[in-house]
């Protein structure tokens, strides 16, 4: 067995790894581990994030550490790693440039100081509300927002992120809006360094290629893509000679290379301490640094709840994060970083997943992987100064990459073809205006589809539920109106209270309903989760009566008339079974056949009798289930056998009856 596997023996409730003082005795070798490993990812990110956001370099050290080791023993959540990530680069970078700094464009400069002064002021304020927000029980803000534009913003961060890098890849210095600059990439190609873009463009291979490398070479996995671009970029960097100040020329054209294309560090072992800056608290005074503080407030908390609750779905033992707390860890973390030097930080959902694929059993890992950072930065700064910017560069670029990837769009539209008007319209705003401006638009895009669904403008906010008493064991909750994003933070209230708290079964009722909307289907998912882990039963009743807006079972449902499909095939009485036999293995729920008798074409035309030994078969299925019928008969039937078969949409009153998924589901759930 590999140390990455559960062993058995502790999956056992009352052996859970605990983040307490006998657990990190008792997992200190899978912890240790597992930091070290995070640790060789963590490094070159934070630099690269640091820099991309307009920070000094050792901003995302500061974070790192000051976050893993902090929130360890403040927060509950055992498998996070805290630390600065790329989902906040966009509202750093706007931070700074909007107090004046260029995000070091030009080189650092005292405006570029003065602006990283102001935006540490900004990130101080933005904890404080984190800090109080966790205190007053301010967790459930992740709760509000709807998945889709949430998934929108994501991608266009990612988006940016590709177009910012992108240049600096190639060793071209470039800045502007993020449309401006995707249309001067033809310029950034032509004027590019050629030594620079052979280490940014290694840098974006490696980054690509090692994870298909890693699939085909099982102990190629273990090692880092990160890592790897450092182990072949350094020595470039160092074979083109980017300590010392000179020139080449290629074709006619000459180009500079020296430190500049270096990550600054300190020159000296425990050189870190003389980079601690503290925040420039006048800055507050500025109308539009509280602009900044709210974006930083609102997009870090939820990116960080987000993270922490995708973490718990993928712990082994299914251990919950309480996250109010995680909240105030964040906050406080951000807090003292701030005050130092350091950039914003959340739970990182990357290293997050990659401390769980390592073996990590408790906190201590997090906690292990910022020892390490404070480690390496403190004695061998001056090796961290080899590393080449584009190196960075194609590590953030791959990182954007991951965050708008195309199977994000397959994905949503998927689910709905409503879901992608939301999540392309949350991205092209985002992309135009800012983030705040971008998940507003996404917000109001689904307020406005949900209207045109047909939810009473008054159940928008507002639950309509009544609550009925089963037994002594089972609630009922009925909802009514609507069950949709922008109501569900009370609907929730309402089912932790009495099922979770008071330790209750519960059924939801949701067949009132006007429209039960693709966030709410998840809610309700994870809602089951929590349920079965404290040993009760979730039961959701009347989605089965409502029509799916697209086939994902996570899809909006509609209440009122579902369209289903009826196929209606006449043929020579003989093939009755086969094709009856057929259609039910195809998904048919029911059917109905009828003798008859009839001529088609070509009876009429060669003035035969009507045959007397013919039968109509008649099915309603779902559009799938139609469609995968209607080729059985073009590819098995029509070839040999003369029969007549149309279809035409119905509406009916309920879509469980001729729907074989929710049949099955239904004839397997005990009564």
């Given amino acids: 067995m590999s140390d990455n596997a559960v062993p058995a023996a502790i999956t056992k409730q009352n052996e859970t790894p605990r983040g307490n003082a006998s657990g990190f005795v008792q997992y200190f070798k899978h912890d240790f581990l597992s930091g070290l490993l995070v640790f060789l990812i963590a490094l070159p990110l934070c630099l690269g994030i640091s820099l991309a956001c307009g920070y000094p370099p050792i901003a995302g050290i500061f974070t790192a550490i000051i976050g893993s080791i902090l929130t360890t023993f403040i927060s509950n959540s055992e498998l996070t790693i805290k630390g600065p990530a790329a989902g906040l680069i966009v509202i750093a970078i706007g931070c700074i440039e909007d107090f004046g700094g260029d995000g070091m464009t030009g080189g650092w400069t005292d405006a570029d100081f003065t602006a990283y002064q102001a935006a540490l002021a900004v990130g101080v304020a933005a904890a404080v509300i984190q800090i109080l927000f966790g205190l007053f029980r301010g967790g459930i803000l992740g709760e509000f927002f709807p998945i889709s534009a949430v998934h929108g913003m994501l991608a266009a961060i990612g988006v940016i992120i590709i177009i910012k890098q992108f240049p600096v890849a190639l060793g071209v210095s470039a800045g502007g809006e993020p449309l401006e600059m995707l249309r001067e990439i033809p310029h950034y190609i032509a004027e590019a360094n050629p030594a620079i873009a052979a280490i940014g463009m290694t840098s974006i291979l490696i980054m690509f290629l090692w994870p298909l490398a890693g699939q085909k070479v099982g102990l190629l996995k273990k090692i880092p893509s990160p890592m790897i671009v450092l182990l072949v970029t350094v020595p470039m960097g160092l074979m083109f000679d980017l300590l010392h100040e000179h020139s080449y020329t290629l074709q006619g054209h000459q180009y500079q290379l020296g430190e500049q294309y270096l990550v600054k560090m300190p020159e000296r072992v425990f050189g870190m301490f003389d980079d601690v800056t503290t925040p420039d608290f006048t800055a507050l005074a500025q109308g539009k640094a509280w602009k900044w503080v709210m974006m930083f407030f609102i997009i870090g908390s939820l990116e960080s709840l987000l993270s922490a609750k995708a973490i718990d779905l993928l712990d082994p033992w299914k251990r919950k994060t309480n996250m109010n707390r995680d909240l105030v860890a964040v906050g406080i973390g951000n807090l003292c970083a701030s005050m130092v030097g350091g950039l914003p930080m959340i739970s990182e959902i990357v290293r997050s997943k990659a401390n769980i694929d390592n073996g990590a059993r408790t906190r201590f890992a997090d906690m292990w992987h910022g020892i390490f950072l404070l480690a390496c930065v ?21 990182t954007g990459y991951r965050l708008a990837h195309p199977a994000e769009f397959v994905h949503v539209w998927r689910i709905g073809k409503e879901q992608l008007a939301i999540f392309v319209t949350t991205l092209i705003v985002v992309l135009a205006t800012d983030l705040l401006i971008g998940v507003a638009a996404g917000i109001l895009l689904k307020l406005i589809i949900h209207v045109a669904n047909g939810v009473p403008l008054k159940s928008l906010f507002k639950p309509f539920i009544e609550v009925q008493e089963i037994d002594d064991n089972t609630s009922l909750i009925v909802a009514k109106e609507s069950a949709v994003f922008s109501n569900w933070i009370p609907f929730r209230r309402q089912i932790e209270q009495i099922g979770l708290i008071q330790k209750r079964n519960l059924i939801i009722d949701v067949s009132d309903t006007k429209l039960v ?10 809602m089951e989760r929590d349920f079965q882990q404290e040993g009760l039963q979730f039961h959701i009743r009347g989605l089965s009566q409502m029509k799916p807006l697209a086939a994902s079972p996570q899809s909006a449902r509609k209440g009122g008339l579902s369209t289903m499909r009826r196929v209606t095939v006449v043929a020579d009485h003989d093939l ?12 048919a729920t029911g059917y109905t056949s009828t003798p008859c008798s009839g001529a088609g074409r070509h009876r009429l035309r060669c003035g035969d009798r009507p045959s007397e030994s013919q039968v109509r078969i008649e099915v309603v299925v779902t559009p799938e289930t139609g469609d995968d019928v209607l080729r059985y008969l073009r590819t098995d039937v029509f070839p040999n056998h003369s029969v007549a078969v149309w279809c035409e949409d119905v509406d009916v009153v309920r879509r469980d009856h001729f729907d074989s998924s929710i049949t099955a589901a239904v004839c397997a759930t005990p009564v």
């Avoid at 909307?517 to 994870?526: F, P, Q, Y």
């Avoid at 009755?576 to 998904?587: A, Y």
């Fill in 576 to 587: 009755e079974s086969r094709l009856v036999d057929r259609f039910v293995e195809l998904g």
């Fill in 517 to 526: 909307d693709h966030s709410v289907m998840e809610k309700l998912e994870e």
């Fill in 378 to 398: 403190a004695m061998i700064p001056m090796v961290l100064h080899e590393i080449p910017l584009a190196a960075l560069a194609g590590m953030l670029v791959y």
